[in-house]
């Protein structure tokens, strides 16, 4: 999962919240029948990506991994672009843009969480990774003068960071040992696509998301390919199984999750879209105990409710919902 590349100048809350700012559109609609089952299908995407770094890390190693997904996603985006007749990005400021929100968005949260996915299950990396959105909000009150932190926000931010440390374990904060060093690289990602959001909104807003995404994804190839031909190719040949999650993660999880969260947003608005952040960890999960054979704590359950109650409340609706409930009762 990760933060679309290019967001409209002032954006909702829900859309920071959300990590679903993008240029096509800033209202939130109402949901079809269709909208739905795309927003379930992008956020089993995503869930699953988690799955596949699993896989492909143990055959190809971290930045391998990392370098070939984008490597992969970046190639089949730009004949996407040039497919579309979409105009290509010129000039070195706007690449030097693409290179800084290739570093916060791909290269460097790929690399923590794929990292980090050594000693952190699949399942529980997702949820980490869940609070993105919380971080989106937190750095954009920090950076946007027209995001600051309402009652509303602060109540989401305060019950998200609790179900971050609910999940994580306060154990594990307490005691650092490679399976806390992996959770931590893990959060640490999710901070990463929270400046990335920040980012987008300040320097890509001007660009077709699709262009953006391509020209993100090509700085971030090629900042990490280097890095990936250093540590050589693996000592044995990877199975099959290791090759599918490699396209899985490059052709699927990244390059047509892209182009699907684009098309939601445009049916749906950003602020809907953002709730396939509530169905990838879910997802990411189930995948993990079915494929992988992961179980995870009692405490990771209750820290995604916690997170994703912060993520309903930073939503609005809900707290609109009982906002006009609480006006309207007598006496």
């Given amino acids: 999962m990760s933060t679309p590349p290019s967001a409209p100048p002032r954006p909702t809350s829900g859309q920071t919240a959300g990590q679903a700012t993008v240029q096509t559109t800033g209202m939130t609609t109402g949901m079809t029948g269709r909208t739905w089952a795309e927003l379930v299908l992008l956020g089993a995407i995503w869930g699953g990506s988690f799955v596949g770094n699993s896989l492909a890390l143990s055959a190809f190693g971290i930045l391998p991994t990392v370098a070939l997904r984008l490597t992969g996603a970046c190639l089949v985006l730009w004949a996407y672009v040039l497919w579309r007749g979409l105009p290509l990005p010129r000039g070195w400021r706007i690449w030097g843009a693409f290179a800084v929100m290739g570093l916060f968005n791909n290269a460097l949260p790929f690399s923590l969480i794929t990292w980090g996915q050594q ?39 305060a019950i998200g960071f609790l179900g971050v440390i609910v999940a994580i374990g306060i154990g594990t904060l307490a ?84 182009l699907l969260l684009y098309r939601l947003i445009a049916a749906a608005g950003a602020g809907n ?48 919902h009982f906002s006009r ?7």
């Fill in 273 to 320: 879209a953002s709730l396939n952040t509530l169905v990838a960890a879910p997802m990411a999960v189930t995948l993990g105990g079915l494929i992988l054979g992961e179980g995870l704590p009692l405490r990771a359950f209750a820290g995604f409710a916690l997170i994703a109650t912060g993520l309903l409340i930073l939503d609005g609706r809900i707290w609109r």
């Fill in 325 to 331: 409930a609480r006006a309207h009762r007598p006496g």
């Fill in 119 to 157: 000693t952190v299950p699949a399942g529980l990396a997702a949820i980490i990774n869940s609070s993105t959105a919380i971080f989106g909000v937190l750095i954009a009150a920090l950076v946007f003068p027209d995001e600051r932190l309402s009652p509303r926000k602060l109540t989401g931010v």
């Fill in 175 to 258: 005691s650092f040992s490679p399976a806390s060093a992996g959770q931590l690289a893990c959060l640490a990602a999710a901070a990463s696509y929270g400046l990335s959001a920040a980012w987008a909104r300040a320097r890509l807003s001007h660009l077709p998301p699709q262009v953006a995404a391509a020209g993100m994804l090509t700085t971030s190839a090629a900042m990490t390919l280097p890095f990936a031909a250093m540590t050589g190719l693996p000592a044995t040949p990877p199975p099959a199984s290791a090759w599918v999650a490699l396209a899985y993660l490059a052709l699927i999880s990244t390059a047509l999750a892209y």
